[in-house]
């Protein structure tokens, strides 16, 4: 960090501390402190271009890297990309907290029962057995839905299936067959939203 950048950040903390004994937020200064020491460490890392995997935009990205242990520091969207000229929606622009970086990232099934408020670590089997349970359940007592000829027909509207725009055309796909075969009429995709 050069001297003036820490005399910058010094500056702030200590004004920080000083309204926090007044009674006045600190978030602001945090969050300005916290970004100046990021640009000083993106501005030493090894910088590479990729392309956003959400949608076919195609954005590209700039992904900087520290030299020497190999960890994201950050993602943003590549000024020099043709098609997205450094800009990026809202989950291009978010893309970093997806990766390994955000310690906070969910990596475990979280399960909280009905009427209960706290939650309790599951594996993956517990949480598949359950979806499908959910399901069958739905699609059990969803049946009552008849055609003009008074047939039952396939349809189930107590479900919603909401699509990843992190699969590709071909999983997507199969995603949208599979979810029509339940007869669920509410699709949707990330890409939308
Ligand atoms: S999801 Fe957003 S940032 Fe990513 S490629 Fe599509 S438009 Fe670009």
Not at 152 to 176: F, K, P, Q, Y
Request: with cysteine; aromatic share 6%.
């Amino acid at each position: 960090m050069k001297r003036r950048d820490f005399l910058k950040l010094s500056c702030g903390v200590a004004a920080g501390a000083a309204l926090s004994g007044l009674g006045i937020d600190l978030l602001a200064v945090e969050v300005h402190a916290a970004e100046l020491t990021k640009a000083e460490l993106v501005k030493k890392a090894l910088q590479t271009t990729t392309v956003c995997c959400y949608c076919a935009v195609g954005c590209g990205l700039i992904c900087s890297t520290d030299k020497k242990s190999g960890q994201i520091i950050n993602i943003e969207g590549d000024p020099e990309h043709p098609i997205n000229e450094g800009s990026l929606c809202a989950k291009g622009a978010g893309i970093y907290q997806t990766s390994a970086a955000n310690d906070k990232r969910l990596t475990k099934v979280l399960y909280r029962a009905p009427y209960t408020d706290s939650w309790v670590e599951k594996d993956w089997d517990f949480a598949i057995d359950r979806i499908a349970r959910k399901i069958k359940e739905e699609r059990d007592k969803s049946f009552v839905y008849k055609n003009a000829k008074g047939q039952t027909v396939n349809r189930l509207e107590s479900m919603a299936h909401l699509g990843s725009s992190n699969i590709d055309s071909e999983e997507c796909w199969a995603t949208a067959v599979y979810a029509r075969s339940l007869g669920l009429v509410y699709i949707d995709h990330q890409a939308r939203v």
